[in-house]
């Protein structure tokens, strides 16, 4: 039983399922629902999709994240960064609102949830750690201006592409002048009380005597009533006919389940960016499950989340939907409105499907600028000014890929962003850990404790060279510990021992094992003797297994105090 509970979380939380997770659930749904609606169709359409495939991407991979998922309260479902990657990937294959790009999106998704299925049975939820916070962080800016710049041309009527900021302001510029004054008109008003409604609205019903419940409901439902009142007034002024760019008709019912078209050369070209939406996605995804967990104590499993996002995925490839995620903002929406379980996202899934069977006909005069206006409020919120000031105060280092990812995202397109930062995030950690910080110690007076010669006023010996080495030993760093070993022997005449101090060594790779063997042997023909001390069991298990210890000139102590007692017990 236990067995299976690992791969089917409902299992565990479904024995206990009773009336108050049940009401709860329900209320949350509800709430969630209403905000899905405006999301769902505003985000396909920044996918470049028909606006009923956010709404088939808001059914079936709910329930099925439901059934695979651990996170109690993550509301899984299309997700700006996630549509404009979509979007971005898609477009250099297929022509917007043909057939073979609906058909990529399609497979796109059924590809993204395979590989997370197969990363989450093969326990490789790690990998997501090649994407340092910085990089992440970044990238979501990056494309949080990027999403906001691109529905510009919504919100002024016209026609334009691109995917990099530099293509958007061309496209802007050169057809400025076929802009819409109407629609423009439209855009703004319903940007301005989104603003109002997510700033504003919430305060002032409280003051008019709203009880909390009910301010945060209709404050979440701010879109909704936008979209409603939008339509109202395009259907009475016949704005379609007035140059207002319309929704259109959207289908009437749920899709047929099927799985999607499958072509090799296609497969092979999706495949890249299938990747980098699933890690991206998972990052994502998780971080928001592992923030709201741990506000309830409760414990999210990665490489199950894995399984969990992929079979969504797989589960909105099968009803024509496009790749999915969890979204920020729905899951602190859902967890605030006292979401319990899962099961808030199958109710969900079913208002969803409510929705998609009676009220698509009442979509075909909703204004594409409210949709815009809506994806701009959203994605707004995700550009985080104050994480680039406070990476830049911390590190230099860390600020430069964040940096490389935003400019990259901007100007070179969402995959390239990512890789830039990734690349760079390695090479500067590699540069870094081959030169790792190595302090010469001394012994604090009155203590067994050793710390750095130029921080702290401690006790040496001329005879006797601490070194402490505060990084783990590999193939890029043992150059470097080589010539620092010989320029600081070189500098003490008197010299009759080097301790290597190895409480920060991890890990001795065969690379640094034989750069120690070369220092050991080194130091045996200028008649010093090398030791080390506080070497980790581990590393120590390891060393065993090699002659290294055999033909040490020293000894291996258990302490740095230990070998400076042994070795020069006057001469501290």
């Not at 419940?213 to 704005?239: H, N, S």
């Not at 929704?247 to 495949?271: H, M, Q």
């Amino acid at each position: 039983m236990r067995q299976m509970e690992r791969y089917f979380p409902i299992l565990e939380w479904g024995r206990t399922y009773g009336r108050t997770p049940f009401t709860n659930d329900l209320i949350a749904a509800v709430i969630v629902t209403i905000m899905l609606i405006p999301q769902s169709l505003a985000y396909a359409m920044l996918a470049g999709l028909p606006a009923e495939v956010g709404l088939y991407a808001s059914m079936l991979p709910l329930i099925a994240y439901a059934l695979f998922g651990t996170s109690r309260t993550l509301a899984v479902g299309p997700v700006a960064v996630v549509s404009l990657m979509t979007a971005t990937a898609v477009g250099k294959i297929a022509a917007e609102g043909s057939s073979d790009y609906l058909a990529a999106a399609v497979l796109l998704a059924f590809l993204s949830g395979v590989m997370l299925v197969v990363m989450g049975l093969l326990r490789l939820g790690f990998i997501a750690n090649l994407l340092s916070h910085p990089v992440i962080s970044g990238f979501i800016t990056a494309t949080g201006l990027l999403i906001a710049a691109g529905q510009l041309k919504h919100m002024l009527g016209i026609d334009i592409s691109g995917h990099t900021l530099p293509e958007i302001i061309a496209g802007l510029v050169e057809n400025a002048g076929a802009f819409s004054a109407t629609t423009l008109i439209i855009g703004i008003a319903v940007l301005s009380f989104l603003y109002f409604a997510r700033l504003r609205l919430k305060g002032l019903l409280r003051a008019l005597g709203a009880g909390p419940r009910l301010a945060d409901i209709v404050t979440k439902a701010g879109p909704v009533l936008a979209i409603a009142v939008t339509i109202v007034i395009a259907y009475l002024l016949d704005l379609g006919n007035s140059g207002v760019a319309l929704v259109g008709e959207i289908p009437r019912g749920l899709p047929a389940p099927s799985l999607p078209a499958f072509n090799t050369d296609l497969l092979i070209e999706l495949a890249g960016p299938a990747f980098l939406i699933s890690l991206i996605g998972f990052v994502e995804s998780v971080s928001v499950a592992q923030t709201l967990a741990a506000r309830r104590r409760q414990r999210i499993v990665p490489n199950q989340e894995l399984i969990g996002l992929g079979a969504a995925n797989i589960a909105s490839s099968v009803t024509s939907g496009y790749p999915v995620t969890g979204g920020f903002a729905r899951s602190v929406v859902n967890f605030d409105a006292g979401a319990q379980t899962p099961a808030a996202g199958a109710f969900t899934a079913i208002g969803i499907a409510v929705a998609t069977l009676f009220l698509t006909p009442v979509l075909f005069y909703l204004p594409q600028a409210t949709l815009a206006a809506t994806i701009i409020v959203a994605v707004l919120s995700l550009v985080d000014v104050a994480a680039v000031q406070r990476v830049w105060r911390y590190s230099k280092t860390d600020f430069s890929a964040m940096a490389a990812t935003i400019l990259g995202t901007l100007f070179l397109g969402v995959e390239a962003g990512v890789m830039l930062g990734v690349g760079l995030s390695v090479l500067l950690h590699l540069y870094r850990t081959s030169r790792p910080h190595m302090a010469v110690v001394g012994q604090v007076p009155g203590t067994e404790h050793f710390r750095n010669v130029e921080r702290h006023a401690v006790v040496t010996s001329p005879e006797v060279l601490s070194l402490r080495v505060d990084e783990s030993l590999y193939f890029a760093n043992t150059r470097y510990l080589e010539d620092q070993v010989s320029e600081l022997v070189a500098e003490r005449p008197q010299l009759q021992h080097v301790i290597l101090m190895c409480s920060a060594v991890n890990e001795i790779d065969a690379s640094a094992l034989e750069s120690l063997e070369a220092i050991n042997h080194r130091l045996c023909d200028a008649k010093i003797t090398l030791h080390l001390s506080e070497v980790k069991g581990p590393v120590m298990d390891r060393l065993k297994r090699s002659d290294f210890l055999e033909d040490l000139t020293g000894e291996v102590f258990l302490s740095q105090y230990e070998a400076v007692e042994k070795i020069a017990p006057n001469g501290k």
